[in-house]
């Protein structure tokens, strides 16, 4: 069983940086992982996700060069490094995990991964 567990979740300012972090459980290395959020009265939304062997990403765009997710198979670890947050980066994030490893459907709203943490609140401050 694949269990997930944010952290680093908080309060910031616009401009600010924050980095998440998600220890996972179970088959870690042979899954993609991924992080998507939920905004306020949104529907949830990916937000970036890494291969199983973390030579590849993808991002929505909206966080194209302020995000950056990376992983560590040996700790079963992944990360979301987040800079130059804006207000409306406040969500709560979401660590995800699934088997699917064309990293571009993750962004399909069609497609919804197996394996959810519980979340964790990032709020910014403008």
């Known amino acids: 069983q694949t269990q997930l567990v944010e952290s680093g979740g908080g309060l910031v300012q616009a401009g600010d940086s924050l980095r998440l972090s998600c220890t996972a459980g179970g088959f870690f290395s042979t899954y993609s992982m991924g992080w998507f959020r939920q905004r306020p009265g949104k529907q949830r939304e990916f937000v970036a996700v890494i291969s199983g062997k973390g030579d590849e990403t993808y991002y929505r765009d909206s966080v194209k060069g302020r995000f950056t997710i990376s992983r560590d198979n040996v700790e079963n670890t992944v990360s979301l490094q987040m800079d130059n947050l804006k207000p409306e980066d406040t969500a709560i994030y979401f660590c995800?995990?699934?088997?699917?490893?064309?990293?571009?459907?993750?962004?399909?709203?069609?497609?919804?991964?197996?394996?959810w943490g519980q979340g964790t609140q990032v709020t910014v401050s403008s």
């Open positions: 995800t995990a699934d088997a699917l490893s064309l990293l571009s459907l993750w962004a399909s709203p069609r497609v919804q991964p197996t394996y």
